[in-house]
């Protein structure tokens, strides 16, 4: 079991950045895969972001060559990098970790993008 705290999101102007980062309550070494979703209002979960415990990483079409992922496991931590954000982006963020089957989720964090 894991227990994940989404931190960093917040109010910014559309073309700024924010980094979020993911604090897991145990080590993430061996978490297969570590991953970034979004739920914007009226809409269904979506990934964002993921992962592997390898470094491989991949994207949806809509953040490819703006967000970044990344783990740090000496720390615990996932990180994700957003640059040139757009109203689009708004949404709640929520860190995901998948382990052995089972799925652990934050209780996320809130991006605002304004026009």
């Known amino acids: 079991q894991v227990q994940l705290v989404e931190s960093g999101g917040g109010l910014v102007q559309a073309g700024g950045s924010l980094r979020l980062s993911c604090a897991a309550s145990?080590?993430?070494?061996?978490?297969?895969?570590m991953g970034w979703y979004r739920q914007a209002p009226g809409k269904q979960r979506e990934v964002v972001a993921r992962i592997s415990r390898g470094g491989s990483t991949n994207y949806a079409d809509s953040v490819k060559g703006r967000f970044t992922i990344s783990r740090d496991n000496a720390n615990n931590t996932v990180y994700l990098q957003m640059n040139s954000l757009k109203p689009e982006d708004t949404a709640v963020y929520y860190c995901n970790a998948a382990v052995l089957g089972d799925s652990y989720w934050g209780k996320g964090t809130l991006v605002t993008v304004s026009p």
């Open positions: 145990r080590s993430i070494f061996s978490i297969n895969t």
